[in-house]
């Protein structure tokens, strides 16, 4: 399968044969959508299926955090449109199709189209077309407002203070906001001349039979005075907006998949788009194009979503690690500040630039409370070279790898004891207890239910700092010709593995704890954690084969993946957000460790069954699912409110498709060990960039 061509093909119906459930999500693909959603980078229209927004949670138009469309009702004589087509052409563009009016002699007397586009700002083109054989007058309205709600307030349901002040001008209507001079507009422009008021275009029209009437609206965000107006305007389908790389360029760069087992193609495919979707447009803020963490929650710069994200890329895109890794590096901490949970060194967790941030309310402006974003930075730069011979980066970057080795063996190890522990300094109620990737507030829990208290050691984090020090080693060695740095740090991971595997193992549980919290005191709970020790390497190969056997107990595999808390445990609940539910990412990384360490037919199994359950949710991974066992019904459950899509999960099946492959890149060259589970048939990958050179993997 070739990967180029038009988006809008993979955008629509699946094959005849398909056995893809309907349902909510992104880029559905039945015939009309439950909701509509069309994305730009920090700019997203979120809408029901006929194209309308009458403010329900995350629905509206929203730029860089803010919404900027709370209201959005288009009715035809006094009533809204019955659909008959909602879908997307492009992550960026859809179209609406529908009826209006009674049903004549030959059936509805209106048709109307809305044809949308997200570019930085977002424009909609209105068509009503007279379908009888007489002329009929036709009033046309379009009921908009802006609540201008941080994305924050929206999330929690709630409502900014203050008012919104509305200005009608030739043409267009200017609603306008301002929070402790923070100040935000939204201009809404009509091509056509209506009658104009604070909340609402109206036009009356007299259609001659089996004419139309056509007009376009232009919807500009201005953010303390900077217009972000739409870049895609009338008749734009099959156009992109101004990536560095448009996503059919994006698709020809990736390797050409070939594969007999059809999920794996489609799977591969969308991947690949949501991945280019998720991309943020570079700004006088960000430079570079780099992969938010998910719609709509998090359409952010995010330390630990987009790192991982372009880890699980690499193979197949190697320009948003570059992105991320430049990009976070500007951000790193240069100083103390508990509010944002910084230290000197310490790579953010996530960056704001909605309301609540620029006045100073929450403290993302950006926000450092990750405890494993900085070893997951220099594990990052480590295979990026590895992949791509970037030297020059690798130099360029090597004052911010230092800054990052420094957080690792001074402030982000609280009691000098050789782990990283965290807790949380700010005050805000917006931060976070957690700095861990299960960063949810009853995330960490003992046996009995109760939440373990800070300072908290979690296992993986260990794991990271473990594997940060031996990348760093190699990097300082061969790149920065600093053999002193490379050989202690050698000596500290070779330290840190020996009293990791002493205070984390449980020898009752036969496995490693969750974490140690402030008392010491093992947090001994069976969880998907230990698997991301296996891809860091810090457990003992004589201990791999049990930590790979305990992964794989039904209690944690639930046929479709490996469940964040063993159903065994009393804290469990398949709907449990990080006690029990399954994160695709998270399970991948678990195959990949049980690769590393030779037991590449077990990890076919839990991709096999990560594959399985992307072809359920149309071939698209949702940020996490349900974690009820599989059954004869062969259908994995929704979680409520899962992100859709999502950068790690998308990531996901490209981390697992490497895994199946057995790639590594080892002394400059691509090495590929496949071992595919049964029925897989024969996969072929050409066009892989290693090190500035194409090569194929059969």
Known sequence: MTISGSTAAWFGPPPADSSVPSGRAVGRTSRVAETLIVLDGRSFFYSDAAGDVEVEEAEGFFVEDVRHLSRWQLTVDG???????SRLVDHFSALVAGTAGEDGEHGPALSVRRERFASGGFHEDLVVRNLTREPRKVRVELAFD?????????????????RVRGEVRKGSVVLSYERKGYRRETIVAFGRRGRLSRSNARFDLALAAGTEWRTCVDVTAVVQGKRRRPLLRCESFGRDPKMPVPVKEWLADAPELEADWDCLRHVYRRSLLDLAALRIRPDHRLRHALPAGGLPWFMALFGRDSMLAAYQLLPFNAGLAEATLQELAAYQATEVDHFRDAEPGKILHELRHGTLASTGEIPHSPYYGAHDTTPLFLILLDEYERWTGDAVLVRKLEPEARAALAWIEGAGDLDGDGYLEYRKRSQSDRALDNHCWKDSSGAIVFPDGRRA???????????????????????????????????????????????????????????????????????????????HLLWSGIVPKERAARVVRRLLRDDLWSGWGIRTLAASERPYSPLGYHTGAVWPHDTAICAEGMRRYGFAEEAGRVLEGLFAAAEAFSYQLPEVFAGFPRDAA????????????????????????????????????????????????RIRLRGVDVRGGRTDVR
Request: hydrophobic content about 40%.
């Open 79 to 85: 009533k809204p449109i019955e659909v008959l087509t």
């Open 146 to 162: 802006s609540d201008f709600a941080d994305v924050m307030e929206a999330m929690e349901g709630s409502r900014p203070p203050g």
């Open 453 to 531: 208290e800070p300072p908290i050691a979690v296992c993986e984090v260990q794991g990271y700092a473990y594997d940060a020090r031996l990348r760093a080693a190699r990097l300082a060695r061969e790149i920065w010709r600093d053999e002193e740095l490379a050989k202690r740090l050698e000596n500290e991971a070779a330290a840190l593995k020996e009293r990791f595997n002493c205070d984390f193992w449980s020898g009752r549980r036969r496995c490693y704890v969750l974490a140690l919290d402030g008392e010491k005191r093992p947090v001994d709970v069976v969880a998907s954690n230990m698997g």
């Open 634 to 681: 062969n259908v994995p459950v929704e979680f409520p409110g899962a992100m859709k899509p999502q950068a790690w999960a998308a990531g996901a099946p490209l981390l697992g498709l490497r895994t199946l492959l057995g790639l590594d890149v080892v002394r400059g060259r691509l090495r590929a060990r496949p071992c595919l589970p049964d029925g897989v048939g």
